[in-house]
């Protein structure tokens, strides 16, 4: 979009880099490209890099689709180096011998993969009794916290050099990286810590389409706009329902569309005749698609509602 008097719509895959949080990309990133509205799909920590989908306008509707997908990482632990914070945001708290070799190491990763409990580490955003836990942690306390089930759906080794090991992971949402290489070390009986962590995928989206925050700079806020994609992406993993001329229009001025075949109760993506993204809907046993969260007229380019 181009007419900088609208506010843009779309999603942005951003290459973030180090010590910047999510939300200060965000922020940076509505500025070049002049957005009042934004939103990002799930937070990377600051010290990690990669892949952070960032939407904007009317695609902010839908960013929970892609917040329940799975990630990817490229991460390097350090061997026989523990911090209390499970990365380098904090020093180095113990040191053990590293005595563990590549096939050990093999060994133990397998043993991570699959459907598990995973505690949340203390610094992190998880609230407990009404207060995140790094907030616990600022004041030396560490508080019970219940485990989360998360799933390893890969986890590979792919690289061992001296103490560092290089894996490569994917996972389920909310899984903590610096988490699983604490526990990767207390099973390898020499600890271990997170030095690098790069995001490679979320969902179907990948690192290898994302832009960088040089490029975007060099950009005037109009060629910024260009660079955003269609939020269509963040809903692809939805069954697809192509409504007919007449339902597209209902559908998209918020009136319930008749089905044949009520179907499984299940939420799926509503495409006008030609293509367009009109919004999202569910399946109710009356035998209809209700809608959920639509986009605006203006931006499905609907006739009004007769």
Excluded: N
Excluded at 44 to 62: C, H, I, N, Q, R
Excluded at 124 to 152: C, F, K, N, Q, T
Excluded at 171 to 189: E, F, H
């Amino acid at each position: 979009m181009d007419d900088r008097s609208a506010p843009p719509t779309g999603v942005l895959l951003l290459d973030k880099p180090a010590g910047i949080t999510s939300t200060r990309a965000l922020a940076k990133a509505k500025r070049l490209l002049a957005s009042p509205k934004g939103g990002h799909t799930g937070t990377l920590d600051p010290f990690a890099t990669g892949l952070l989908p960032l939407v904007f306008g009317e695609a902010t509707k839908f960013s929970r689709f892609l917040i329940d997908a799975r990630k990817s990482y490229d991460a390097t632990l350090r061997l026989g180096e523990e911090t209390a914070t499970g990365d380098t945001e904090s020093a180095v708290s113990a040191r053990r011998e590293v005595a563990v070799g590549a096939e050990r190491v093999d060994e133990v990763l397998r043993e991570f993969e699959g459907w598990q409990d995973q505690v949340p580490p203390m610094h992190s955003a998880v609230h407990v009794d009404g207060r995140r836990l790094y907030e616990y942690a600022r004041e030396g306390e560490e508080v019970e916290r219940p485990g989360r089930r998360v799933e390893i759906v890969e986890l590979a080794r792919v690289e061992l050099a001296g103490s560092d090991l290089r894996i490569r992971v994917t996972c389920s949402k909310g899984t903590y990286i610096r988490t699983l290489a604490q526990d990767i070390g207390r099973v390898l009986g020499c600890g271990a810590h997170l030095v690098a962590l790069r995001r490679t995928a979320v969902g179907h989206l990948r690192l290898a389409d994302a832009v960088a925050f040089d490029a975007l700079e060099r950009d005037s806020p109009e060629a910024a706009r260009r660079r955003l994609l269609s939020p269509e992406l963040l809903v692809q993993a939805l069954p697809r329902f192509e409504a007919t001329a007449d339902e597209a229009t209902r559908f998209g001025h918020g009136r319930m569309i008749a089905l044949e075949d009520a179907g499984p109760a299940d939420e799926v993506a509503v495409f006008a005749p030609g293509g367009r993204f009109l919004g999202v809907g569910r399946r109710v046993p009356e035998g209809h698609l209700a809608p959920l969260r639509l986009m605006s007229a203006a931006d499905a380019k609907l006739p009004d509602f007769a």
